[in-house]
């Protein structure tokens, strides 16, 4: 049976931005109140470095999705290597020079794959909800 769900019940990108922030914002708080301010740095760079990233993608993103996928697909495809290029290298001098706390730096780097998975989630117990309640 396939139920028709509200704008409401849809997946955000904007939601998942916000829950980004959020949730880094919480992460720094936690990690200088229970660990030390070392490890709230590595925390801070880790998820800046992930929600800019996953913010670039995002607005790269809807660039090819709404124009001709001919050469919008190739700049595409050459940014995000360029991004990503990088994103390597700011991490291998991040890890290389011991600028920052490592683990805090994977922490804050979760942060928008902790976003995605809990919004994700919401939006899934949204539907099944709705779905049982028309069954």
Do not use: Q
């Not at 730096?105 to 942060?111: E, F, K, R, V, Y």
Request: charged letters at 15%; glycine letters at 8%.
């Amino acid at each position: 049976m396939i139920v028709a769900t509200d704008k409401k019940d849809e997946f955000s990108l904007a939601k998942v931005l916000v829950l980004n922030w959020l949730m880094l914002a919480c992460m720094v708080l936690g990690g200088w109140y229970f660990w030390s301010p070392y490890a709230a740095k590595g925390i801070l760079i880790g998820g800046v470095i992930a929600n800019v990233s996953f913010y670039l993608l995002k607005k790269d993103l809807i660039k090819v999705l709404n124009g001709p996928l001919g050469v919008a697909k190739v700049k595409f495809f050459i940014k995000y290597y360029v991004r990503l290029t990088i994103l390597a290298l700011v991490l291998y001098y991040l890890v290389r020079y011991r600028s920052v706390h490592i683990i805090g730096l994977l922490a804050g780097l979760s942060t928008v794959l902790l976003s995605i998975g809990i919004t994700v989630a919401g939006t899934a117990k949204k539907i099944y909800s709705t779905a049982k309640e028309a069954a």
